[in-house]
């Protein structure tokens, strides 16, 4: 059993930054397990925003290339999310998610991919 909860999220202007937290409460050792980042906004599918494996496998989807980045601390259970240069389309609920590696690899930022999911923390950027 794998427990998620996520910290960071708030309201930021466009150009902002925020920092995503999300520690794992679990007998597993966390290098098992695959850490991804999802989000979603009102209206729209869940959709895959970057993923770290435990063998440094990286991915992000191409809407957060080069503006956020997915890291990982194993000894502490957490993953995080560096987002800079937020844009108001960045705007949704994100979601942190976990499974084991060689479940999730084959499909890193694909839903269905995960079976442990935090509650969600919200993202809003605005003027």
């Known amino acids: 059993q794998v427990q998620l909860v996520e910290s960071g999220g708030g309201s930021v202007q466009p150009g902002g930054s925020l920092r995503l937290s999300c520690t794992a409460s679990?007998?597993?050792?966390?290098?098992?397990?695959?850490m991804a980042w999802f989000r979603q906004a009102p209206g729209k599918e869940r959709e895959g925003v970057a993923s770290?494996?435990?063998?440094?496998?990286?991915f992000y989807t191409d809407l957060v290339k080069g503006r956020f980045t997915i890291s990982r601390d194993d000894a502490k259970k957490t993953s995080y999310l560096q987002m800079n240069s937020l844009k108001p389309e960045d705007t949704a609920m994100y979601y942190c998610?976990?499974?084991?590696?060689?479940?999730?690899?084959?499909?890193?930022?694909?839903?269905?991919?995960?079976?442990?999911w935090g509650q969600g923390t919200q993202v809003t950027v605005s003027s």
């Open positions: 998610a976990a499974d084991f590696y060689w479940r999730a690899r084959l499909r890193p930022l694909d839903h269905q991919s995960y079976t442990y």
């Open positions: 679990t007998s597993e050792s966390n290098s098992r397990f695959y």
């Open positions: 770290l494996s435990s063998e440094g496998d990286i």
